[in-house]
């Protein structure tokens, strides 16, 4: 749609509007006006548009002029009670705070008599009590305070005055199981109002259609998809996006690019305001670390990021809002659409694993949609300059890749059952027909639910033994109702899905005389498991300063300040996000294609071309696999390029494998583009001699038995079935503060995994937990289609030493989790120990 | 040949011996403790029908685990063929979960019980093991030089205890792993928890420290998949929590 402007004359827009546009010099653009249109003759439509295109103020346009037409009309005297006009939904709670912010001057501006309201889980008890009895017109909100205020008593009372719903950041809510939540709430707002029209605002998606038929009840019956209008903006100046030039030597491996520091600082200095993106937090501090060893000019640098106290975070964001910072280094906490003024440059650091996940960070730059946004991808090592240039490749053709929408997953609707029984009494037939117009669940099978149902009531086991002590029963007029209230507080407590990993806050405190003091400032938070790999003595950075670990006391982690001049780095720094499948498809097809390799750096070019010399670069469709030995130790490599996680699954299921061909297999290690596993046989000559078959080693059988064998034990699929215990309700998630101490009392659910797996292995939950395995920590879906495409396209070298190719993943040995060792092998190693590998360039680059 | 022959001889893959006061013990991977001269199976902790236990307040466990924890001492026993067991208190979670046991899992424990000699040493969960269902109840057991008793006292020699369900965690290079485990100083032991859905405490807890007077001597024997790996204390870790 061509991103022309109008007067607004002749539209929807009252006058009152109009003017306030005039006088700002501004003028109402097209889009906005259309979903105005739109939105006033009740159809629900999705919003694709750019940074900068005045989404918001286009969402919520429909419902200041409605609020301000109807005036009056909505409040009569006398009336007992009003609910909210317009729900705004947003999955960050500070971007409800933010848009509070900004909603603030046009009604204050134009004098409208609209309240305007947050509500998340930071507000006051007292507010939320007095927002259920007088709610505001609009009420700025989160996914689980809908969830709760829908599971509320008068949940009818409240939302059956709705017009409008505002879902914000869309694309990026309907990927997660918080996006399945609450489109199972939306099912229930549009019982409670069935005039509701929905609004989605998103950033640029591959499948709208799957985003626009989320915005509607569904109704499959006929098979066919009801979805919401789709206004789309893709106008708008390209972004002008390079990869980094540097004379510095690249990186094998490893996530810090911080041999570019000096790059990044010079272009700091050359523009006026500079936002830095990294994966994780770890790179986050290293950055700001490194930045501030070379900021020589002392330029105003800040750091941000969810680990860090609250209270710093406001004050960053607040210098940022008003200019005063040069450059702030920042993870995703910064991803979704908080207003950061006038970013000039974005300088994304580490690669961007995805092509839409660029796009929209490099939208954060120039905020205005007319001047192209400005970014500087700076690969961390060799490997993620081809990703770099796959992903600039996708950038100036447009290209997207974000992902299908699975179906809702069991474990929410678990929860969102409960919820419904804490509202009100239900019959099994309507709640199960009111669930499917979600669209996620549209196609649920009823015997699905009424599985689900069960496992409510009593926990859905085939041993029907706790029928007496069941949490919803049928009662004698048909409906299913809660057995106790203290149900509804229990679910309010465990209400969401956000499973966070356990946190202990870190504070800062003093030695005096060889001892840790006690009291000391609240630096930020960090995640347990990251404190496990850490021995008192041991130094980290964190919140931009080297500390030094002192201990753990109670539910804190104490540390000093150390005079260490190098932190220990984080072995685990890769971040969670697996490489598109789309880029894969690109970084395969520079690798393939020698012809593009005259626009990489001359060092990567160089590396390609001893690789070809020395063994061969797999085609476009092809897997190539290198075997050699090293050391005492022989060695197998594969070249997927479908991310860690398919890859470590791929790693577990293939030693399995090779043990059975006894080729004794002793671990493996993946990265998101190759996996190496190591034996103690030869296998060069196994393959010779025909004694091991690489086609049967790869063949998509794997994904039949040996996975389920292997799924059985995984350590993956636990922490997949932890969450969903949780989710679901069926274990109860750890409250802070509240954490029983001395022997446990709750009941781990690796034990429950454990008993259930063995007693009764198709019992809903395995099956909830093994869907979101499948897609998440496994990826299996992804390692199938790609045994699938490489089925007679393996390419085999065998080599007498280390190939260029195989340095990246063989430098990882020992960095990175040995899954083949798995539990057992840390026990057995706990006294052995392991080699290291060194020289490896050398032999890899020798010709 | 009967596993108990074989013990006899010599310890049979995966498991380790040990001496307590001079006596000769097996320490098996399933987590139980074998006397041979005694023919002595000795297991703790069994928490039967925590399950349903926790299923009377809202928490819908899987109720399996009762007849999970007999099986696996069903096969113990088949293959040890021993003349006396003795469990060592908390073998029922709570006072009321005998009466729920299912016929199955009674008939499992009659079977089991057929010519040998079964004690039930009183726990804090069960203080009056229930005799209806066989064998015989006592607070605590002395066999030479060896006291049995469910919960250990500071100070004892020659105890094997239980109640404490210890565990241990060792750290490899990239994540650490945690089992449930003996540990022992020569002079008194105690047992890992036997029952399914039974967590585990941590061998750092102070609750060991004041039990093992010699930290030089304690030994840990944790628990692998199909056999047991002793580790020093030195490389156990303490949990972050709880």
């Known amino acids: 749609m061509d991103e022309s402007q109008t007067t607004g004359q002749g539209t929807d827009l009252p006058q009152i509007f109009q003017d306030w546009f005039a006088e700002r010099g501004w003028q109402p653009r097209a889009h906005q006006l259309d979903l105005l249109a739109r939105a ?36 009569k005297p006398g009336m007992a009670f009003f609910g909210p006009h317009t729900l705004y939904i947003s999955p960050l709670k500070a971007l409800a705070v933010d848009i509070a912010r900004n909603l603030e001057a046009p009604i204050r501006e134009m004098d409208l008599p609209v309240t305007v309201e947050t509500r998340t889980g930071d507000t006051p008890a007292h507010k939320r009590q007095r927002q259920k009895e007088r709610p505001p017109d609009i009420l700025l909100t989160t996914p689980e305070q809908i969830a709760l205020l829908l599971a509320d008593k008068n949940a009818e009372r409240f939302f059956n005055q709705v017009k409008t719903i505002i879902f914000d950041e869309l694309h990026s809510l309907v990927v997660s199981k918080r996006g399945d939540l609450l489109s199972l709430g939306l099912a229930r707002l549009f019982r409670h109002a069935p005039e509701i029209t929905t609004i989605g605002l998103s950033a640029t998606v591959a499948n709208p259609q799957d985003l626009q038929a989320w915005l509607v009840p569904q109704n499959r019956e006929h098979g066919e998809v009801s979805e919401a209008g789709l206004i789309e903006i893709t106008g708008g100046a390209k972004p002008d996006i390079s990869i980094l030039e540097t004379e510095e030597r690249l990186p094998w491996a490893g996530h810090t690019a911080l041999y570019a520091i000096d790059n990044i600082y010079r272009q700091i200095k050359e523009h006026k305001t500079t936002l830095l993106f990294v994966n994780t937090r770890f790179q986050a501090e290293l950055l700001f670390q490194e930045l501030w060893r070379v900021n020589e000019d002392g330029l105003p640098i800040a750091m941000h990021h969810g680990s860090l106290d609250v209270g710093q975070r406001r004050k960053v964001e607040a210098a940022m809002g008003t200019g005063s910072l040069r450059a702030i280094v920042a993870t995703s906490t910064l991803d979704l659409g908080i207003d950061w003024g006038d970013v000039e440059l974005v300088i994304h650091v580490g690669a961007p694993k995805g092509a839409s996940r660029l796009a929209q960070r490099i939208g954060r730059s120039n905020h205005r949609m007319d001047v192209p946004s400005k970014g500087i991808l700076v690969p961390a090592n060799r490997f993620e300059v081809l990703e770099c240039k796959a992903a600039l490749d996708a950038n100036y053709i447009g290209a997207q890749d974000t992902p299908r929408l699975h179906d809702g997953a069991l474990d929410v609707l678990c929860q969102h059952v409960l919820g419904m029984a804490c509202a009100a009494p239900f019959q099994a037939d309507d709640l199960f027909a009111e669930i499917k117009t979600a669209a996620p669940y549209a196609d649920l099978p009823r015997a699905t639910f009424d599985k689900v149902m069960e496992f409510v009531a009593t926990g859905g086991y085939a041993l029907k033994s706790y029928e007496r002590y069941a949490k919803i029963r049928k009662t004698e007029d048909g409906t299913w109702r809660l057995t106790h209230p203290r149900l509804a507080q229990q679910y309010r407590i465990n209400v969401g899905t956000i499973i966070e990993n356990p946190t202990l806050l870190v504070r800062m405190t003093s030695r005096k005389n060889g001892r840790v003091g006690r009291g000391g400032r609240v630096l930020g938070k960090v ?22 670990f002192e201990g753990i006391r109670e539910t804190e982690a104490l540390v000093t300040k150390s005079a260490a001049d190098t932190p220990k780095i984080p072995s685990f720094a890769g971040g969670k996000f697996p490489l598109s499948t789309y880029l894969a498809q690109g970084v395969r097809n520079i690798l393939s294609d020698p012809k593009t390799w005259n626009s990489l750096p001359d060092q990567v070019a160089e590396w390609l071309e001893i690789q070809k010399a020395r063994s061969v670069l797999p085609g476009k469709r092809e897997l190539l696999l290198e075997t050699f030995p090293r050391a005492d130790k022989h060695y197998l490599i594969a070249y997927p390029f479908e991310g860690r996680l398919a890859h470590q699954t791929l790693g577990m299921l293939l030693t399995r494998r090779l043990e059975r061909m006894k080729a004794r297999p002793l671990g493996f290690v993946a990265t998101d583009y190759a996996l190496g596993v190591w034996c103690l046989r030869d296998l060069s000559s196994m393959i010779r001699r025909g004694e091991l078959s690489l086609d049967a080693l790869f063949d998509e059988d794997m994904l039949g038995d040996d996975l389920e064998a292997w799924l059985r034990e995984s350590f993956m699929m636990k922490r997949t079935f932890r969450n969903a215990a949780l989710i679901s309700g069926l274990i109860e998630k750890r409250h802070p503060g509240k954490e029983k101490s001395g022997r446990q009392v709750t009941v781990s659910s690796d034990l429950i995994y454990d008993v259930l797996n063995e007693h009764e292995p198709d019992h809903i939950l395995l099956q909830a937990a093994w869907v979101d395995a499948s897609t998440g920590l496994l990826d299996i879906e992804r390692l199938g289609a790609m045994l699938k495409r490489v089925k007679n396209h393996l390419r085999h070298m065998s080599l007498d030493r280390i190939s260029p190719l195989a340095v990246p993943v063989m430098l990882q040995i020992g960095k990175e989790p040995v899954f083949g060792s798995a539990d057992e092998m840390i026990l057995a190693e706990v006294a052995g120990n392991v080699s290291p590998l060194d020289d490896l360039i050398e032999e890899a680059m020798r010709l | 040949m009967a596993l108990a022959e074989i013990i006899q001889d010599e310890v049979p893959l995966g498991s380790v011996r040990l001496t307590l006061m001079g006596q000769s013990f097996v320490a098996l991977p399933e987590g139980v403790l074998y006397w041979p001269d005694e023919a002595t199976l000795i297991v703790a902790d069994l928490h039967l029908e925590k399950g349903s236990s926790f299923a009377r307040k809202g928490t819908f466990l899987p109720p399996y685990d009762s007849r999970a924890t007999l099986g696996r001492l ?38 089991m019980q057929q010519g040998r000699d079964w004690v039930w040493v009183s726990g804090n969960h069960d203080p009056y093991p229930p005799e209806a269902l066989g064998g015989r109840a006592c607070d605590e057991l002395s066999i030479g030089p060896i006291i049995f008793r469910h919960e250990p006292m500071a100070g004892a020699k020659g105890e094997i205890a239980g109640h404490l369900h210890p565990c241990s965690k060792v750290r490899g290079r990239a994540r650490s792993v945690r089992r449930p485990c003996f540990i022992e100083d020569g002079t008194r032991a105690i047992l890992p928890a036997f029952g399914e859905l039974t967590g585990g405490l941590n061998i750092c807890n102070d609750a060991f420290s004041s039990l093992f007077e010699q ?8 628990l692998g998949d199909r056999q047991i790996y002793s580790v020093s204390p030195s490389h156990c870790r303490p949990d972050r929590r709880g």
């Open chain 2, 74 to 111: 069903e096969r113990l026993i088949k293959s040890l063929q021993p003349a006396r067991i003795i469990a060592l208190g908390d073998s029922f979670h709570d006072v009321a979960a005998a009466n729920r046991l299912g016929t199955d899992e009674c008939a499992v424990i009659n079977l």
């Open chain 2, 215 to 222: 930290p030089d001597a304690i030994c840990i024997h944790m």
């Open chain 1, 40 to 75: 006033h003759s009740g159809q629900s439509t999705l919003l694709i548009a750019p940074t900068g295109a005045g989404k918001t103020l286009a969402g919520f346009l429909p419902s200041l002029i409605d609020l301000y037409r109807e005036d009056g009309l909505r409040r």
């Open chain 1, 527 to 548: 995640e347990e498991y990251f404190l496990e790999t850490l021995e008192p003595g041991d130094t980290f950075l964190f919140a931009g300063q080297i500390v030094r």
